[in-house]
């Protein structure tokens, strides 16, 4: 028997399905749960109409994703110091 999962992640998990543009089965991998488990929540969030469609809920995922993209440009920099570093090492 699978792990029972919160009716928060199954709404993030089904969010993400449809907003995200990956493919459903990029997200479900992504997520660690079944193709058919993910198509199955979709397919209750919609007969229930219980997905959050709250404009608070797009401005959460803005911040978040603005905090993601601001820390991979950060560690990009970091990367690009230490390649000009070792490239400078070189006899």
């Known amino acids: 028997m699978g792990t029972k999962r919160t009716v ?3 709404q993030e998990a089904v969010r993400v399905a449809l907003t995200s543009g990956l493919t459903r089965k990029q997200v479900a991998a992504d997520f660690g749960i079944g193709f058919s488990t993910l198509s ?3 397919q ?3 007969k229930n ?3 959050p469609t709250d404009q608070s809920d797009l401005e959460r995922e803005n ?3 603005r905090k993601e993209n601001r820390l991979l440009r950060e560690e990009r920099e ?3 110091k230490a390649t000009q570093f070792f ?3 070189r006899p």
Request: glycine letters at 4%; a positive charge.
């Open 63 to 65: 911040v978040k994703l």
């Open 40 to 42: 199955k929540w979709i």
């Open 49 to 51: 109409s219980e997905m």
């Open 44 to 46: 209750q969030g919609q």
């Open 78 to 80: 970091v990367l690009k």
């Open 87 to 89: 490239a400078n090492q």
């Open 8 to 10: 928060e992640f199954r």
